[in-house]
């Protein structure tokens, strides 16, 4: 197990302050049961014996005292433990969340969408088992059966070393047979889970175009393949738990046996007594009640284990060469564009890639432009040439190796939450919530009233068509299933118009739309932009020549004309 697992794991168990009153409570609970089942035990047969009542009330109490006990105890367990780990819980999921946010975007982009759902889901949700499955019933059932085994040796030793056998017996067959049975299964459950959410996110999200080109059923299939071998390993576990579980009812049922066959001799010998006897023979089964979780908690433990692995690989422990790291904290305030935006001997490039056929595929090298404020500049070249790096380059997700400054300001220096309040970029594909079109735009700026938006739609041509679909409380659907493309990057400039970039990255404004439509959809952008900012606008298509004020064309990650 390597360093970064065990961090996780450590990180999902609650502190000793908060867990202790749950552990405290569990040994109440269990000890509350051995006691209920040896008084009674003894109170029968003694009560058999016909002695005074006086004789047999201490024990009447105990029976009394044990059975309440073991339910407030249990309860408390319950209250106490669930307590701490959901709240460890909380804190762990927000933890990936914030070692997530420095690799966003670029460093998640080859991550499917269903599978790192389930680590922060399923995986993060599966660590909580790890204190209330794992650590609590295999600390309560080591310390009860110890106990146990003591206070049977004080009565019977030759009975007490009959159940410590049995005892040592069961925990090997828990860990033995378990993981010859379940172990495998275990482990793949829960990668099995996230094919099966890749699977139902792969259908759902593309349903128009599997549709199109008559691909559901072979998608519904892959769906049906995924969700039955998750099936199959939920059953090979379940099964392997049951084995498991019956052996040690078994030997439980065997510990009893053995204690009656080499305590009786005391009783005849006169050195032990009729209640006695009965204490050490039904002892056992109350001791293999509480040892009973043991082999669930070790299948847990598997699972526990196997789904902080998978979270440890969403996440490296180093952020991937080519990102952004180490930079200044956020100040809140905006760079001044001064003079405009200036690169000097420019490279960058993806995130390290396992396939080494891609790996040069969006690099840049060498690139040196200058934009100034008000300046509209043209980026083109063919595919892979390198125009989208440059775009993430210039929005701080990618890093870089040269010169590029903000005003004079070198961007290393400047946080990128900063930097990304002078520069914002527009994507190909923007992203729109399934929210209305008023809070697909508030999100940008927060304050903005109902008159501001209405402004920037008009501006972008969107005022009569929100209009025509009931106002600011239209909803765009899905990931903008609701708009087309042109409408979608309508809506992205408005959002950035309203937060009131001074530079406005444009990255493939048009991809999606209909050729025809692209000139208008162009003219329209722009003129809603203005010229008190500066544009970097990203095509590989034919933009006129009227629009822009320079033309620079990227090949192989090298500027040939600019």
Same mark, same amino acid.
């Given at each position: 197990?390597?360093?970064?697992?065990?961090g996780?794991?450590?990180?999902?168990?609650?502190?000793?302050r908060?867990?202790?009153?749950?552990?405290?409570?569990?040994?109440?609970?269990?000890?509350s049961?051995?006691?209920?089942?040896?008084?009674?035990a003894?109170?029968?047969?003694?009560?058999?014996?016909?002695?005074?009542?006086?004789?047999l009330?201490?024990?009447?109490?105990?029976?009394?005292?044990?059975?309440?006990?073991?339910g407030?105890?249990?309860?408390?367990?319950?209250?106490?433990?669930?307590?701490?780990a959901?709240d460890r819980?909380?804190?762990?999921?927000?933890?990936?969340?914030?070692?997530l946010?420095?690799?966003?975007?670029?460093?998640?982009a080859?991550?499917?969408?269903?599978g790192?759902l389930?680590?922060?889901?399923?995986?993060?949700?599966?660590?909580q088992?790890?204190p209330?499955r794992?650590?609590?019933?295999?600390s309560?059932?080591?310390?009860?059966?110890?106990?146990?085994?003591?206070?049977?040796?004080?009565?019977?030793?030759?009975?007490?070393?009959?159940?410590?056998?049995?005892?040592?017996?069961a925990?090997?067959?828990?860990?033995?047979?378990?993981?010859?049975?379940?172990?495998?299964?275990e482990?793949?459950?829960a990668?099995?889970?996230?094919?099966v959410a890749?699977?139902?996110?792969?259908?759902?999200t593309?349903?128009?175009?599997l549709?199109?080109?008559?691909? =559901?059923? +072979? *998608?519904? &299939? %892959?769906?049906?393949? !995924?969700?039955? /071998?998750?099936?199959?390993?939920?059953?090979? $576990?379940?099964?392997?738990?049951?084995?498991?579980?019956?052996?040690v009812?078994?030997?439980?049922?065997?510990?009893?046996?053995?204690?009656?066959?080499?305590?009786?001799?005391?009783?005849?010998g006169?050195?032990?007594?009729?209640?006695?006897?009965?204490v050490?023979?039904?002892?056992?089964?109350?001791?293999?009640?509480?040892?009973?979780?043991v082999?669930?908690?070790?299948a847990?433990?598997?699972? =526990?284990? +196997? *789904?902080? &692995? %998978?979270?440890?690989? !969403?996440?490296? /422990?180093?952020?991937?060469?080519?990102?952004? $790291?180490?930079?200044?904290?956020?100040?809140?305030?905006?760079?001044?564009l001064?003079?405009?935006?200036?690169?000097?001997?420019?490279?960058?490039?993806?995130?390290?890639?396992?396939?080494?056929?891609?790996?040069d595929?969006?690099?840049?090298?060498?690139?040196?432009l200058?934009?100034?404020?008000?300046?509209?500049v043209l980026?083109?070249?063919?595919?892979?040439?390198g125009?989208?790096?440059?775009?993430?380059?210039? *929005?701080?997700?990618?890093?870089?190796g040269?010169?590029?400054?903000?005003?004079g300001?070198?961007?290393?220096s400047?946080?990128?939450?900063?930097l990304?309040?002078?520069?914002?970029?527009?994507?190909?594909?923007?992203?729109?919530?399934?929210?209305?079109?008023?809070?697909?735009?508030l999100?940008?700026?927060?304050?903005?009233?109902?008159?501001?938006?209405?402004?920037v739609?008009?501006?972008?041509?969107?005022?009569?068509?929100?209009?025509?679909?009931?106002?600011?409380?239209?909803r765009?659907?899905?990931?903008?299933?609701?708009?087309?493309?042109?409408?979608?990057?309508?809506l992205?400039?408005?959002?950035?118009?309203?937060?009131?970039?001074?530079?406005?990255?444009?990255?493939?404004?048009?991809?999606?739309?209909?050729?025809?439509?692209?000139?208008?959809?162009?003219?329209?952008?722009?003129?809603?932009?203005?010229?008190?900012?500066?544009?970097?606008?990203?095509?590989?298509?034919?933009?006129?020549?009227?629009?822009?004020?320079?033309?620079?064309?990227?090949?192989?990650?090298?500027?040939?004309v600019?």
């Amino acid at each position: 197990m390597n360093a970064r697992v065990r961090g996780i794991l450590r990180s999902a168990m609650p502190s000793r302050r908060r867990f202790a009153p749950a552990v405290l409570s569990g040994f109440g609970t269990a000890g509350s049961a051995v006691a209920l089942l040896a008084a009674s035990a003894w109170l029968i047969a003694r009560a058999a014996e016909q002695p005074l009542v006086m004789y047999l009330s201490a024990a009447v109490v105990g029976v009394r005292a044990f059975a309440l006990s073991r339910g407030v105890f249990r309860y408390l367990e319950r209250l106490t433990g669930h307590d701490a780990a959901l709240d460890r819980l909380a804190g762990v999921r927000a933890d990936l969340v914030r070692e997530l946010v420095p690799l966003a975007p670029d460093g998640l982009a080859r991550a499917r969408r269903g599978g790192l759902l389930s680590r922060l889901v399923d995986d993060v949700e599966e660590l909580q088992n790890l204190p209330l499955r794992v650590v609590l019933p295999l600390s309560v059932a080591a310390v009860t059966a110890l106990a146990a085994v003591g206070f049977t040796a004080f009565v019977s030793w030759p009975a007490a070393l009959a159940l410590l056998g049995c005892l040592i017996v069961a925990f090997a067959v828990s860990v033995g047979l378990g993981w010859a049975a379940g172990s495998r299964a275990e482990r793949s459950i829960a990668p099995l889970r996230a094919a099966v959410a890749d699977a139902v996110h792969d259908l759902l999200t593309n349903l128009d175009v599997l549709t199109a080109y008559g691909a =559901v059923d +072979a *998608a519904r &299939e %892959r769906v049906r393949l !995924a969700d039955a /071998a998750l099936r199959r390993a939920v059953v090979r $576990r379940g099964t392997a738990q049951g084995l498991t579980s019956g052996t040690v009812s078994v030997l439980a049922g065997l510990a009893s046996l053995l204690a009656l066959v080499v305590a009786a001799p005391a009783v005849t010998g006169g050195t032990l007594s009729g209640p006695g006897l009965a204490v050490v023979v039904l002892l056992p089964m109350a001791v293999f009640e509480v040892f009973g979780p043991v082999p669930l908690a070790l299948a847990s433990w598997r699972q =526990v284990r +196997a *789904a902080a &692995e %998978r979270i440890a690989a !969403a996440v490296p /422990a180093e952020i991937p060469d080519g990102l952004p $790291r180490d930079e200044p904290a956020p100040t809140g305030i905006a760079p001044t564009l001064g003079s405009g935006i200036e690169l000097r001997d420019l490279d960058a490039h993806w995130p390290a890639r396992s396939d080494a056929a891609l790996e040069d595929t969006g690099r840049i090298t060498d690139v040196t432009l200058r934009v100034g404020p008000g300046e509209r500049v043209l980026v083109t070249g063919p595919s892979g040439a390198g125009k989208t790096t440059l775009a993430h380059v210039l *929005a701080r997700f990618l890093d870089y190796g040269g010169s590029f400054t903000v005003g004079g300001i070198e961007a290393h220096s400047l946080s990128g939450d900063d930097l990304r309040r002078t520069i914002g970029l527009v994507e190909q594909s923007p992203f729109l919530f399934d929210e209305s079109v008023r809070q697909n735009l508030l999100f940008a700026r927060d304050d903005a009233t109902d008159d501001d938006v209405r402004a920037v739609l008009a501006r972008v041509g969107l005022d009569a068509w929100v209009a025509e679909r009931g106002g600011l409380d239209a909803r765009v659907g899905d990931r903008g299933a609701l708009v087309s493309g042109g409408q979608a990057q309508r809506l992205a400039l408005a959002r950035a118009l309203l937060r009131d970039f001074p530079v406005l990255v444009l990255d493939e404004p048009t991809a999606g739309v209909d050729p025809a439509a692209s000139d208008v959809l162009l003219r329209d952008l722009l003129g809603a932009v203005g010229r008190d900012r500066a544009v970097l606008l990203v095509s590989h298509v034919d933009v006129p020549t009227e629009l822009v004020d320079r033309v620079v064309r990227l090949e192989d990650g090298r500027v040939l004309v600019g």
